[in-house]
C-alpha cells in the first residue's frame, strides 16, 4: 500500500476533493484525520471510511479559526503521535467582485478559509514534520492560483497566496525532509458553488470570468485531484517539491 500505516490530515473532508482524499488515502493505508465544518456530512464520510475497513478521526471545525485547526492537529498528534500528510484541502469560492466590486466580508470569508486556514495547519504541522525527519503537505491551489480570470479577485488572490506559501514551504524545509506541492486544480465536478449565494454573484465579474471559463476543455471529477495528491503524498513522489501542478485537462495550455 502506498501509504500503508501513515497518519493524513485533510481539510475539507466533507465532500468533494477532501472526501475524494480522505477514501483513496485510506484506500491506500493511511489512517485519516478531518476536519469539516459540517457535522452531517462529516458523519457520512466517518461511516463510508469505517464501512470500508479504514480508521478515521473526524474533527468537527471551521479551518479559518485557528483554535479549530489547533484542535485537529492535537488530536491528531495526540492519537497517533505523528503526522505524516497534510492535505490543505479545504476552499469557498468568492462572488466574481472585481477589486472596485469587493466587500470587505467577502475578502475576510475567502482569504481566512483558501489562505488563513492552510497557513495555521502548515504552521503546525512542519515543526511536527521537522522533528520525525519528513513528511509531505499538498495544497489544493487553482488555475486561478496561475492566471487572472477564472474567478474574482478574492479567490483570485487566495490562490495565488496558496502558491506562495507552497513554494516558501518547499524552500525553507528542503533540507529538513519536508515536501510541499501544489494541485493547480481545473474545472472540478464539486459542490464548492454551494459555499457562496448565487443569488449575490457579481454580474459584470461573472461576465468577464465567463470569458475564461469557457473555453474550459473538460470537467474533471473529484477523484482525478484526489489521485494527484496520493502521488504528490506518496514516496513516489520523494524528489518533488515546490511544484505546482496543473490539473485541468488542458485549460492552461491556452
Not at 468568492?94 to 488563513?116: C, F, P, S
Not at 503524498?233 to 524528489?239: G, N, Q
Request: glycine share 14%; hydrophobic share 50%; charged share 15%.
Amino acid at each position: 500500500m502506498r501509504l500503508g500505516g501513515r497518519i493524513a490530515v485533510i481539510t475539507g473532508v466533507g465532500s468533494g476533493m477532501g472526501r475524494a482524499m480522505a477514501v483513496r488515502f485510506s484506500g491506500e493505508g493511511a489512517k485519516v484525520v478531518g476536519l469539516e465544518w459540517n457535522e452531517g456530512t462529516l458523519t457520512e464520510t466517518a461511516e463510508m471510511l469505517r464501512a470500508a475497513g479504514g480508521e478515521f478521526l473526524g474533527v468537527q471545525g471551521n479551518v479559518a479559526a485557528q483554535a479549530d485547526v489547533q484542535r485537529l492537529v492535537e488530536s491528531a498528534a495526540g492519537k497517533y503521535g505523528r503526522i505524516d500528510v497534510l492535505c490543505n484541502n479545504a476552499g469557498v469560492m468568492d462572488l466574481n467582485q472585481g477589486v472596485a466590486e469587493l466587500d470587505d466580508a467577502v475578502w475576510e470569508r475567502v482569504m481566512g478559509i483558501n489562505v488563513n486556514g492552510p497557513m495555521y495547519a502548515t504552521r503546525l504541522v512542519v515543526p511536527m514534520m521537522v522533528a520525525q525527519g519528513g513528511g509531505s503537505i499538498v495544497n489544493t491551489a487553482s488555475v486561478a492560483g496561475l492566471h487572472g480570470g477564472a474567478a474574482g479577485v478574492a479567490y483570485t488572490v487566495s490562490k495565488h497566496a496558496l502558491i506562495g506559501l507552497t513554494r516558501s514551504t518547499a524552500w525553507m524545509y528542503a533540507t529538513k525532509g519536508v515536501r510541499c506541492n501544489a494541485i493547480a486544480a481545473g474545472a472540478v465536478e464539486t459542490n464548492i458553488m454551494q459555499s457562496v449565494d448565487m443569488s449575490h454573484m457579481d454580474a459584470p465579474g461573472s461576465a468577464r470570468t465567463g470569458a475564461y471559463t469557457g473555453i474550459i476543455p473538460g470537467l474533471l471529477k473529484a477523484e482525478d485531484i484526489a489521485s494527484l495528491a496520493l502521488f504528490l503524498a506518496s514516496d513516489e513522489a520523494v524528489k518533488i517539491n515546490g511544484a505546482v501542478i496543473a490539473a485541468d485537462a488542458g485549460w492552461t495550455a491556452a
